[in-house]
């Protein structure tokens, strides 16, 4: 339990830089070029970068140590942070102000990118949490790492909106590097204990998809969670790409980044209930209830412009958020065998990630010719404005409402499939044979 707090520790303090440096970027690219468009962008060069890299990084975490995996991110995420700063140092301010800069979206890329590097880390953690843990506490466990990412987005959140409102972007950069090498160091002091086979085809090509996709399919049901957790990243990435201007119309940034930090402790609290009674019996259920209740909160908190109402529908859903990912976490980890998790967890997060680029993409284009205009100048503005709202925010508004009923259909259909029934029996099942000893967590 020793090491597995270490690396739960480390790899906090690891999402931490990385989620500091997403969100500061994102502020200061919109306070910059005041450009929806290009956040929006932004949210689709990362989402898209995601969805490609997870099969390559899942077989790249299955095909060496754990700490080897973990230590490779740490380096490269430290390296593209440092060229991304000596980038900035030597462009004129100005430059960055145009969204058309290639400067500007030199520097994106290379801090999206070292934040990116990171998902090594979360394929990697699954895994250890399978190799450490046993079978009975593996949601608590993932309860346990979902209020590390809680903790690490309410500290990132917080210093990202003070740092870029008062220090600006070359400091933020500064810390970034700093915590980035303290990480590094601190993960040299840890082993972590991997007896038997780390793979189980050692000759077989790196990026094992098809092997993957076979082992995925001998799953009933395991397919249809994961395309339903596909399309719901389709409909979050509306929220990624327009949430921080949505927030941003309301408040100040300082304002923005502190909130963002008190919501997540809806992250902590959700991951603490998963970490202290589990996901129950029938953790598919669980799942299903909780976005109900997501999609729900999603029609409430836009009808009228109140940073209250924002506050309470964005607390409520973080708080599920743990919730859901601990459950797909917990079921992965019973059903599939652990030489082989870190490519169906990277196979799982391609896949399901390969729809949010495309919401990344097209929303601000949508945002901005039709739901702006439409709550702006156009019909809805004289049909529903005198109540609702109008302008550019109560344009986003409404697409987030549309947002929220489409994603509450499916799930409701999603209730009622055949492969919702077929995993759940599957889950009863005892998990397959692991060439690891698991230990259980203290106290249970």
């Known amino acids: ?65 754990k700490k080897t995996s973990m230590m490779l991110s740490g380096i490269v995420t430290l390296g593209l942070y440092v060229v991304a700063l000596l980038i900035y140092i030597n462009t004129p301010e100005s430059t960055f102000k145009n969204d058309h800069s290639l400067q500007l979206w030199a520097f994106v890329t290379l801090t999206l990118f070292g934040a990116i590097t990171g998902n090594i880390r979360t394929i990697a953690l699954s895994t250890v949490v399978t190799i450490l843990i046993s079978e009975d506490e593996r949601d608590k466990a993932n309860g ?23 220090l600006g972007i070359t400091w933020m950069l500064v810390l970034a590097i700093g915590l980035s090498t303290m990480v590094i160091l601190h993960l040299l ?72 930090g008190v919501l997540s402790l809806g992250f902590i609290a959700g991951g603490l209930a998963v970490a202290k009674v589990g996901l129950g019996k029938k953790p598919l259920r669980t799942l299903f209830l909780c976005n109900i209740f997501m999609w729900v909160i999603t029609l409430i908190f836009p009808i009228q412009p109140s940073i209250v109402l924002l506050s309470i529908g964005m607390f409520a859903y973080m708080c599920l958020i743990p919730v859901v990912e601990a459950t797909e976490q917990t079921i992965l ?49 004289r049909l529903i404005g005198p109540w609702f709202g109008t302008g550019t925010a109560r344009g986003l508004a409404l697409l987030f409402i549309v947002t929220g009923i489409v994603g509450l259909i499916v799930t409701l259909l999603a209730m009622q499939s055949s492969a919702y029934h077929s995993l759940s029996k599957i889950y009863k099942k005892p998990e397959p044979q692991m060439d690891t000893d698991p230990v259980a967590l203290p106290g249970s």
């Open 144 to 166: 346990m790492v979902g209020t590390a990412n809680g903790v690490s987005f309410l500290i990132a959140s917080i210093f990202s909106g003070l740092v870029i409102g008062f």
């Open 189 to 260: 002091t840890i082993h972590i204990h991997e007896p038997g086979i780390v793979h189980a085809e050692p000759h077989t090509q790196q990026v094992d998809i098809k092997g993957t996709i076979r082992i995925v399919g001998l799953v009933p049901g395991l397919f249809g969670l994961i395309f339903f957790n596909t399309f719901n990243n389709f409909l979050g990435g509306v929220f990624m790409s327009l949430m921080d201007a949505y927030g941003l119309s309301l408040v100040s940034v300082q304002t923005w980044g502190t909130l963002w």
């Open 1 to 65: 339990m020793k090491t597995f707090y270490a690396v739960l520790a480390n790899s906090l303090a690891a999402s931490l830089t990385n989620n500091f440096v997403w969100f500061a970027v994102t502020f200061w690219v919109y306070l910059e070029t005041k450009s929806v468009m290009a956040t929006s962008v932004m949210a689709g060069v990362y989402l898209g970068t995601v969805a490609v890299s997870g099969f390559f990084l899942g077989s790249l975490v299955d095909r060496y140590k």
């Open 333 to 381: 980890q019973k059903v599939i065998p652990q030489e082989r998790q870190g490519r169906v967890f990277g196979f799982a997060q391609s896949i399901e990630q390969a729809a949010s680029p495309i919401t990344a993409f097209l929303i601000g284009p949508i945002a901005k010719f039709i739901f702006i205009p439409f709550m702006t100048t156009g019909a809805g503005a």
